[in-house]
């Protein structure tokens, strides 16, 4: 089994900047992908970036590119969401998810089987 954590989130006025951080405890060593998703209020939940942790490649979903970058410390069993020149329409809980095959990452979607309870990210005008 594998527990994830989140936390960071936060109230930020337009502009800002937040750091979201996901700590992965228990089978880590069977996560070999790792992601955020994000659930704005009466919006479904929707894909915001994903890493694979043996190659370090990345996505980021197009509504955040060049503002948010995703990386991981494999040592700490961390993955991060750096979040800069946040909008008001980033607004949302931010969800962690991890999972023991690729399928998720390559999909872009939410086929991933471990999720973190959320951080609430609030952006303010």
């Given amino acids: 089994q594998v ?5 960071g989130g936060g109230v930020v ?4 900047s937040l750091r979201l951080s ?46 948010f970058t995703i990386s991981e410390d ?11 020149s946040l909008k008001t329409e980033d607004t949302g809980v931010y969800y962690c998810a991890g999972d023991t095959t690729a399928l998720g990452f390559l999909r872009g979607d939410d086929t991933f089987g471990t999720w973190g309870q959320g951080t609430q990210v609030t952006v303010s005008s």
Wanted: proline letters at 2%.
């Fill in 74 to 84: 494999y040592a700490s069993n961390t993955a991060f969401l750096q979040m800069n």
């Fill in 3 to 7: 527990q994830l954590v989140e936390s």
């Fill in 22 to 67: 996901c700590v992965a405890s228990g089978r880590t060593f069977s996560i070999v992908a790792m992601a955020w998703f994000r659930q704005a209020p009466g919006k479904e939940r929707e894909f915001v970036a994903a890493i694979m942790r043996n190659s370090g490649s990345t996505k980021t979903a197009d509504s955040v590119k060049g503002r």
């Fill in 13 to 16: 006025q337009a502009g800002g």
